[in-house]
T-cell receptor, first 113, second 110 residues
Framework: DSGVTQTPKHLITATGQRVTLRCSPR?????VYWYQQSLDQGLQFLIH???????AKGNILERFSAQQFPDLHSELNLSSLELGDSALYFC????????????FGAGTRLSVL | GDSVTQMEGPVTLSEEAFLTINCTYT??????LFWYVQYPGEGLQLLLK?????DKGSNKGFEATYRKETTSFHLEKGSVQVSDSAVYFC?????????FGGGTRLMVKP
């Protein structure tokens, strides 16, 4: 158990809908990262938050947004969902922004029908 | 930009065989290098890491050496077990994020 908690584990929804994925980092970790794992794109970095502030953006679509709350949990919001958004979404956490080791949650599997 | 290339799978081995999974990288600066493992239905687990040239990371019988001259970080294990069957990802971190290779599926048969 990495200590990173993601909910829900599975999410099934329809095209055009909006969903929210939640991540609780390891106790004491200030950094949260979001990654997308899909069959065609592999594992791709989406966004990084440190202590409530956005620090880096990767290949994140404009339809997607994230935030980190004062209690350090994070949410990834996906809107106007398309079939191609179906993927496994991982959250990872680390102690500091410059910490190299990231610990991953079990992921949320999103299926868009 | 940064990139990681690893051998495509699946790699199928018999129990107690020797394992090598090749990984090469392209990065500006001096990244840290990682191997993560993903067991079926689970998230990624850190297997081992190396933070500078010539460092050797090791864990659970797996080893990888940070080779700056060949920009490589090949994963090796002397004797694989059925329980090692999983997908292995090579990754680098040169800043805020991890850049992953495409993953290599390992299947170990009894």
């Amino acid at each position: 158990d990495s200590g990173v908690t993601q909910t829900p584990k599975h999410l099934i929804t329809a095209t055009g809908q909006r969903v929210t994925l939640r991540c609780s980092p390891r106790s004491g970790d200030l950094s949260v990262y979001w990654y997308q794992q899909s069959l065609d794109q592999g594992l791709q970095f989406l966004i990084h938050y440190y202590n409530g502030e956005e620090r880096a953006k990767g290949n994140i679509l404009e339809r997607f947004s994230a935030q980190q709350f004062p209690d350090l949990h994070s949410e990834l919001n996906l809107s106007s969902l398309e079939l191609g958004d179906s993927a496994l979404y991982f959250c990872a956490s680390s102690v500091r922004a410059s910490e190299n080791i990231q610990y991953f949650g079990a992921g949320t599997r999103l299926s868009v029908l | 930009g940064d990139s990681v290339t690893q051998m495509e799978g699946p790699v199928t081995l018999s129990e107690e065989a020797f394992l090598t999974i090749n990984c090469t990288y392209t990065a500006t600066g001096y990244p840290s290098l990682f191997w993560y493992v993903q067991y079926p239905g689970e998230g990624l687990q850190l297997l081992l890491k190396a933070t500078k040239a010539d460092d050797k990371g090791s864990n659970k019988g797996f080893e990888a050496t940070y080779r700056k001259e060949t920009t490589s970080f090949h994963l090796e294990k002397g004797s694989v077990q059925v329980s090692d069957s999983a997908v292995y990802f090579c990754a680098l971190n040169a800043g805020n994020m991890l850049t992953f290779g495409g993953g290599t599926r390992l299947m170990v048969k009894p």
